[in-house]
């Protein structure tokens, strides 16, 4: 099983950046996606979350408005469109699958991709 994320990067305040996270291993398309972030110092937080179908979505109240989550289930992938960045959206963004109806300990995770917003 394998989460892999890409995208991540430097950007300016107010940029965009797209990131990607390819699952191989599993059946990507019963599984919910999510991409969490964790900042230095701080706790790894739940960014945004869509279901296995694609039909439901939920953000963190810090970045609703400004990022979008979405998925191809053809190709094995889940994005997070991020917009509008802000210093605080600094952080190592992780893709998690969660197979629904299983504890979270059968999760998947990814390695992690570094995001930094800074002019």
């Known amino acids: 099983v394998q989460l892999e994320e890409s995208g991540g990067g430097l950007v300016q305040p107010g940029g965009s950046l797209r990131l990607s996270c390819v699952g191989s291993?599993?059946?990507?398309?019963?599984?919910?996606m999510s991409w969490y972030r964790q900042a230095l110092g701080k706790e790894r937080e739940l960014v945004a979350a869509?279901?296995?179908?694609?039909?439901?979505?939920n953000y963190a109240d810090s970045v609703k408005g400004r990022f979008i989550i979405s998925r191809d289930n053809a190709k094995n992938t889940v994005y997070l469109q991020m917009n509008s960045l802000k210093p605080e959206d600094t952080a190592v963004y992780y893709c998690?699958?969660?197979?629904?109806?299983?504890?979270?300990?059968?999760?998947?995770w990814g390695q992690g991709t570094q995001v930094t917003v800074s002019s």
């Open positions: 998690n699958a969660h197979r629904p109806a299983t504890p979270t300990r059968y999760d998947y």
């Open positions: 869509i279901s296995n179908a694609g039909g439901r979505t």
């Open positions: 291993g599993f059946t990507f398309r019963s599984y919910g």
